[in-house]
């Protein structure tokens, strides 16, 4: 798939204000500071379309951009920075689990981890509720460039093992915003999952009122 088009549309609070369209979405979830807006503005090949600060705990809203006039790409607010008020990231947390868990038009997850570190608790636990949820997501280890070309391979198997067993993951990619390494696979993947039927939402929330569940919390 090639972008031909990108451009940001809103910036959302509230789930009763997402598009009404019908237009798939593929979102983007991570810790602060992980690489979110880089990656998008590499995948669209536009420099500054996402905003990129040196602060983390930026992006506090659902950021939506048009891809080739014909799906979305969603930035979620990162989870994990220490600095945000707890309200703050309660806050958050109420905001990205009524979206994931109640959104149809997600076709698939880009759940984005650094290369350099093995996941945390956070990231395992982001994996775990997109499982729970039935949600098809792919594990992107980026800032790959970061590491030695010898240790890469060590690295993806320690992320990998640390994850353990994912039901719902469909890949691990590698990837790099400065050397361009696994965007093309990216695309590819995207380009698949935006034409796949979308998922059973109620039978997910009926497991999840049985269940009497709230499994990831930003304000741990």
Avoid at 84 to 103: D, T
Avoid at 128 to 137: A, C, E, M, R
């Amino acid at each position: 798939m090639k972008i031909t088009s990108a451009r940001f549309v809103a910036s959302l609070t509230d789930v009763k204000q997402l598009p009404t369209d019908g237009l798939p979405e593929i979102a983007l979830v991570g810790r602060s500071n992980v690489g979110k807006s880089s990656l998008i503005n590499k995948l669209c090949g536009k420099r500054n379309l996402a905003f990129i600060s040196s602060t983390p705990g930026k992006t506090q809203a659902l950021n939506y951009f048009l891809i080739n006039e014909s799906f979305y790409i969603v930035d979620l607010p990162g989870y994990g920075y220490a600095r945000v008020p707890e309200h703050v990231k309660a806050g958050w947390s109420k905001l990205i689990e009524n979206y994931l868990s109640n959104r149809e038009q997600i076709k698939l997850v880009l759940h984005i981890v650094d290369a350099r570190h093995e996941p945390t608790e956070l990231d395992k636990m982001m994996a775990g509720w997109l499982d729970y949820f039935k949600i098809p997501y792919i594990i992107v280890i980026t800032k790959i460039d970061k590491i030695a070309r010898s240790k890469i391979s060590r690295q993806v198997e320690i992320i990998k093992n640390s994850f353990g067993k994912l039901k719902y993951c469909q890949d691990f990619i590698t990837f790099s915003a400065i050397t361009g390494v696994g965007k093309n696979e990216l695309l590819s993947a995207i380009e698949k999952y935006i034409t796949t039927p979308g998922r059973n939402v109620c039978e997910a929330n009926n497991y999840k009122r049985r269940r009497k569940a709230r499994i990831f919390n930003l304000s741990r």
